[in-house]
Structure formats: C-alpha cells, structure tokens
C-alpha cells in the first residue's frame, strides 16, 4: 500500500521560514513524481511543486519561484519543500501527492496525484 506522510508544518512569522517533509513508502518503483499542493481555507487546491525521481524535472508555480525549493533525498523517497519568505497568504494545509511509474511533472500534474497524504498546516501569522 503507497502511503505519504507529511510533516515540519506549523506557525510561523511573516518573513519566515519552514522546510515540509514527504516521505513515501509501499512501492518499489525508482520511477515516481511527487508533488507539493496547497488547500486555503475556502479555496480550491493549487499545485505548488513537483519533483521527478530522476530529479531532471522540476516544477513551481508562479508564487512558489524564487522563495520555495523542492529537493528529494537521493531515491530514499522523501521530498522536501523549502519555503522561505513566507507571507500571510502562505497559510494553507500542504499535501504532498504521487504517482508511480513516470518521471514528468506536467504527465502527473495533468491527469492528477494517485496517491494523497493527510496534509500539515502552515500557518503564517505575526
């Protein structure tokens, strides 16, 4: 069974900064990507960052470049975000999302994340 488990989420001042950690486990595959999403309060979810496993392709969206930075942990299956310079409308809960068997971020973000963890807050408040 392919679980996601999200963590390193929380409050944080303005101008802050937080790294989230997605660990993956279940499957065997060294060919996956796996994606950063957010949820604000009354909002639809919006993609934030995608890493392939090959780590050859990246994505950000528009208010993720520049202040956040996804990394994995060398094929250990475990994705970070980095996101610094955190701003109010940072605040969402933040889930990471997989699929198995392909190495393109657009393929993934296109058709949709199969596997969904439970999500962490960020919370960004003075």
């Known amino acids: 069974e392919v679980q996601l488990v999200e963590s390193g989420g929380g409050l944080v001042r303005p101008g802050g900064s937080l790294r989230l950690s997605c660990v993956a486990s279940?499957?065997?595959?060294?060919?996956?990507?796996i994606g950063w999403f957010r949820q604000a309060p009354a909002k639809e979810r919006e993609a934030v960052s995608c890493?392939?496993?090959?780590?050859?392709?990246?994505y950000y969206s528009d208010f993720a470049k520049g202040r956040f930075s996804i990394s994995d942990d060398n094929g250990k299956k475990t994705v970070y975000l980095q996101m610094n310079t955190l701003e109010p409308e940072d605040t969402a809960v933040y889930s990471c999302?997989?699929?198995?068997?392909?190495?393109?971020?657009?393929?993934?973000?296109?058709?949709?994340?199969?596997?969904w963890g439970k999500g962490t807050l960020v919370s960004v408040s003075s």
């Open positions: 999302g997989a699929v198995i068997g392909t190495t393109s971020c657009n393929m993934a973000l296109y058709y949709g994340m199969k596997y």
């Open positions: 279940g499957f065997a595959s060294n060919n996956y990507v």
């Open positions: 890493i392939s496993s090959t780590d050859d392709h990246r």
